[in-house]
């Protein structure tokens, strides 16, 4: 899992003066909101790959027929206690066959690394009193695996052998 400092993210919100643009033009490392990218997303470039940030409330599976213009999904954790990105990433992942990048963003905690992995989730922005180091570390507790499955490998353990 790769840990994003927010202010050497490659991905950029489309502003303008007044702030958020309603209606982007297509450019490289946009990231958009979904409200955005439905203002665009019927004359988006198929070669322009293009960031989404998707709210926890939302129904992941819309997405499904702009998945192959989507390079990474960043979902929402509006508190560590609030799950419903993990059911997202992981509808993402199992459900929709989603190859590209998905990350969290929030109150994204320490704690949260094995099961956002487990998930699948490729990337965390840790709040700001988090340590990236103790999160790597935390990513290598369980390194011969997990009995369950998960969207790595669907298999309980005893049928991995």
Not at 33 to 48: I, T
Not at 61 to 69: E, G, M
Request: aromatic share 10%; net charge negative; hydrophobic share 40%.
């Amino acid at each position: 899992m790769k840990f994003i400092d927010p202010h050497l993210d490659p991905w950029q919100h489309a502003v303008g003066e007044d702030g958020p643009k309603p209606d982007p033009d297509p450019a490289p490392n946009r990231l958009l909101s979904l409200e955005q990218w439905h203002a665009v997303r019927s004359h988006w470039p198929a070669d322009v790959h293009v960031a989404l940030e998707f709210p926890n409330d939302a129904d992941i599976t819309q997405l499904a027929p702009d998945l192959a213009k989507i390079a990474l999904v960043v979902l929402e954790f509006p508190k560590w206690t609030d799950g419903r990105a993990y059911s997202q990433a992981q509808l993402l992942r199992q459900r929709l066959k989603f190859r590209g990048a998905i990350r969290a963003r929030g109150e994204v905690l320490v704690d949260m690394a094995q099961l956002l992995h487990r998930t699948g989730f490729d990337e965390a922005q840790l709040r700001g009193d988090q340590s990236v180091a103790v999160a790597q570390r935390q990513l290598g507790f369980f390194a011969p695996g997990f009995y369950q499955g998960d969207v790595h490998d669907g298999r309980p353990l005893f049928a991995r052998a």
